[in-house]
């Protein structure tokens, strides 16, 4: 695990309970952050609110404490909520990590129903924004170091059968990152991230029939891991990236040069 510090420094992640979210929430935390997390459901937030705590101490006793509110991320009063908690409960919001999103359409695009898209568009694209504006209201930017970054996909990069409506949604996304980031600055840096084949549930049809077969997508001949993509939010969100903005990282083990 890379050394950052986000000591004194107050995180909000969607999507945190599990694959990329956790795995940023536990790489924030032990780096001395305030986390506070979502997910849908009040008890698998508890729970993994927990043991992150627990997990991030082990690594870094002075590590921050993470806490955990149930959300629906397409729900606005829900993000007005989880803002005003993490600024109630740490005094503060500095960071903010767009994760939660949504893959429910497989298929051509043509042969979605238009409740499917306003679905995977509303979650994956208008909720970021939607969550950034509250996250403002609530306070991120009134302290130096202000950062917000939305997890988008290499497939916004590319044209695949099947998930077009997904990736449509995460293209739409990093043209978001770019306007938010014109419009914010110079208080707050916005900047996406864009990761390939990662072992997570909301990716698991890509590799867990053949993962062989998806690590020989990657030259490094392996899909990635959630801890992977943190290490990747955490440099954008941190302090050691002060000149970063409006960027599209993308963490694909180099899938996107081909295997």
């Given amino acids: 695990m890379t050394s950052y510090d986000f000591t004194d420094r107050i995180a909000l992640i969607t ?19 305030n986390v506070l997390i979502t ?21 870094n006793p002075h590590a921050g404490r993470v806490i955990g509110t149930a959300a629906h991320v397409a729900d606005p009063q829900a993000a007005t909520a989880a803002c005003a908690l993490a600024t109630d409960a740490f005094g503060s919001l500095d960071i903010l990590i767009n994760n939660a999103g949504t893959n429910p359409a497989f298929g051509p695009v043509v042969a979605q129903s238009a409740e499917i898209m306003t679905k995977v568009f509303q ?17 991120l930017g009134n302290r130096e170091g202000a950062a917000i970054v939305n997890v988008s996909s290499i497939g916004a990069l590319t044209m695949e059968d099947h998930i077009g409506v997904y990736n449509a949604s995460k293209a739409a996304l990093i043209h978001l990152t770019k306007q938010m980031a014109r419009e914010l600055a110079p208080t707050i840096r916005v900047n996406a991230i864009s990761p390939g084949v ?16 998806a690590a020989r997508l990657s030259p490094l001949r392996r899909i990635g891991e959630p801890e992977d993509i943190a ?22 083990g180099g899938m996107l040069i081909g295997g």
């Fill in 15 to 33: 999507g945190g309970t599990r694959g990329i979210g956790y795995a940023t929430a536990r790489l924030l935390a032990a780096s001395g952050a």
């Fill in 123 to 139: 979650i994956n694209t208008i909720a970021p924004a939607v969550w950034a504006g509250e996250a403002i209201k609530a306070g």
């Fill in 231 to 252: 290490e990747a939010i955490a440099f954008l969100a941190g302090p050691g990236t002060p000149w970063i903005t409006g960027e599209n990282l993308v963490v694909d």
């Fill in 198 to 213: 990662v072992r997570t549930k909301l990716s698991e049809a890509l590799w867990k029939n053949d993962e062989a077969a």
């Fill in 39 to 59: 997910g849908r459901k009040e008890d698998t937030v508890e729970s993994a609110a927990t043991a992150l705590t627990n997990e991030a101490r082990t690594i």
